[in-house]
């Protein structure tokens, strides 16, 4: 962790990171959201957004309320990202990795990181759109404890979120700054290999 090579030679950076994102990395999210193929989009959104309905949606977050997670991969980009929205009774969780970082775990790893922040919470319940067709989410789901269910708005994917420890509040923010400083260091890493080889 914290860019450091074990004295194995393995090198951490070559690791993905999850990591809560500030506001900050809005235009990181925008640039991944935009980089969802048409009928991706639709099953993250119930709805095939455009380009622009992306930007605004990514400008609406509200990071004072809700939560962002994002999954940076060996070149630092955001390949996975998750939204948890807190403004009801019920975390509602939104979920997108890149074709090209799939089946690595890191779409179980972000949506099991968000549901663990909604539980530190208080919140017992956490939900997802799915859509029949979503073969990939059912089966993730699955991997994860949730539910199918059926309510007056279509399928969702449900996990009963049980209590937190005293101490979860703590936990999390502890998760924040050391991963926040996880890829602070990574990036910092970066620019100066990129300034050495220029
Ligand atoms: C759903 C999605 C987030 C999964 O991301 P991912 O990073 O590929 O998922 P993971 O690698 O963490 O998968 C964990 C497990 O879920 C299951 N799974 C994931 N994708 C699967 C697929 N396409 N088919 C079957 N099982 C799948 C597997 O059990 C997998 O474990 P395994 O690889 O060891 O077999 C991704 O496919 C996606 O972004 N889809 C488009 C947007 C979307 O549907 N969002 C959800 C609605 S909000």
Known sequence: MLGTRL?????LNRVPLVTELPPARRELIER???????????????AALSDDALRAYARSIRFDRD?????FDERLDLVGFGHLALAGPEAEFGLSVLPSARRQGLGLRLLLRAARHARA????????????ENQALRELA???????EFDAEGPLARMALPEAEPDALLHEAADATLTGLDLSFRL????AKQLTSA
């Open 188 to 191: 910092a890493n970066r620019s």
């Open 142 to 148: 699955k991997r994860a404890g949730m539910r199918i």
């Open 7 to 11: 004295r194995c030679g393995f090198d």
């Open 121 to 132: 919470l208080g919140t017992d319940s956490f939900l997802m759109t799915y859509l029949p």
């Open 67 to 71: 939560a962002a997670f994002g999954a």
């Open 32 to 46: 991944h959201l935009i980089a969802l193929p048409p009928d991706e989009r639709r099953l993250r959104f119930a």
